[in-house]
């Protein structure tokens, strides 16, 4: 609210005060004449007036909410707002602050928090034989606390942060055996991650599936942990603007060869021409995040082109939609949001749902050399699965 207009509430609500007050004191001092037997001597219709004083109950509230008034105004940021912050103040990441109605629910939100991480630690973290987490997280947040207070954080800071979130994966690893942290989790993830990741977390078109083996970032507990905390912006180009139409359906009838679902009966039969066509084309531009198998790389986010998982759906026309137009995805980080404790309970679920067996997948790649322009086929940027 700008100064005028808080200035002008403030003293229209001083006005209204004073004016309410003024007329009350006015007719408490006023004493008209009376009569004999108590009436003021007007008579309307046969009903006589008398002079009662106002009852002291009704008075005693009267005054009472205008002291109560001015009590709200000095403890309260009522008066000029922006001006006077009132007394009255709040806890919120350990420093004392003026009240308003955002500190006040981020520190109730912290006493709810603190709750919950008292549990965390000595049930959750007891029962998983994970107490040694503790040490970690307590360092983690002091880290946390000083990235948020400072202005200009340290160069190093995140680092030393990730580190932290790194090396709270072994007590991943032994939540996703506690039935306890898994029960609490999934409710978090229900509550959290279902809306793009379905209630049983095997995604929808455009969302990842949670519980197979296969990760743009690594399925890791630490990989798991950094896509929470930090998200993850992943994109396919588009490429029909640099390839053409043509290469466009070559590149795509190439990566189709390269997929554990050549021949698929809803694709047909692979025109063997544009395979050869497309070889080139993958292996001048697509090798490089995809790597020249297109088994893809976890560094680059860029997924495997070789088995039967796709994100936006593996039918010819979908994949040369995706090498057309590109795909664009985010997944927000939840550092924010949940917390450390809650994060590593939603991390400990998802980990105990992936599907974590060894898996290899025979495709046979043309020999064909290096030569022309093309992208990749799959693409995630939605998670990291």
């Known amino acids: 609210m700008t100064f005028f207009w808080s200035s002008w509430i403030t003293i229209l609500s001083f006005a209204c005060w004073l004016g309410i007050l003024g007329v009350l004191l006015m007719v408490l001092k006023y004493k008209p004449e009376v ?154 993830f229900l509550q959290n991650c279902s809306v793009c990741h379905g209630s049983n977390a095997k995604g929808a078109l455009g969302y990842p599936n949670l519980t197979d083996g296969d990760w743009l970032y690594g399925g890791d507990a630490s990989n798991l942990l950094a896509t929470l905390h930090n998200g993850r912006v992943g994109g396919m180009p588009a490429w029909r603007d640099q390839i053409g139409e043509e290469g466009v359906r070559a590149a795509s009838e190439y990566v189709l060869s390269l997929s554990a679902n050549n021949g698929d009966k809803d694709n047909g039969e692979l025109d063997k021409t544009l395979v050869a066509q497309g070889g080139p084309i993958f292996q001048q531009n697509c090798a490089l995040c995809h790597d020249k198998t297109g088994k893809g790389m976890i560094s680059a986010g860029a997924p495997n082109l070789t088995d039967q998982i796709w994100l936006y759906g593996g039918e010819r026309e979908t994949v040369r939609n995706t090498l057309r137009y590109g795909r664009a995805g985010v997944m927000p980080q939840w550092e924010d949001k949940l917390g450390n404790e809650r994060i590593m309970l939603v991390v400990a679920y998802v980990y105990s749902l992936s599907d974590r067996s060894t898996k290899t997948v025979k495709t046979t790649v043309p020999n064909i050399t290096a030569s022309a322009t093309a992208p990749v086929a799959k693409v995630e940027a939605s998670s990291d699965n």
Request: no cysteine.
């Open 35 to 188: 009569e004999d037997d108590g009436t003021t001597g007007h008579d309307y219709d046969g009903i006589r007036e008398y002079d009662k004083p106002l009852p002291k109950w009704w008075l005693v509230i009267f005054f009472g909410s205008i002291v109560w008034g001015i009590a709200y105004w000095v403890f309260f940021p009522a008066m000029f707002p922006g001006s006077w912050d009132g007394i009255a103040t709040v806890e919120v990441d350990g420093e004392t602050v003026a009240w308003t109605s955002r500190n006040e629910l981020n520190s109730e939100l912290e006493a709810n928090n603190k709750i919950f991480t008292d549990n965390f630690e000595k049930s959750i973290l007891a029962k998983a034989n994970a107490t040694n987490a503790t040490k970690t997280l307590n360092e983690l947040a002091d880290l946390q606390a000083t990235m948020r207070r400072s202005e200009s954080p340290p160069a190093d800071l995140q680092t030393q942060i990730d580190g932290k979130i790194a090396a709270l994966a072994p007590a991943i690893e032994k939540l996703a055996e506690n039935p306890s942290a898994l029960k609490v989790g999934s409710r978090l």
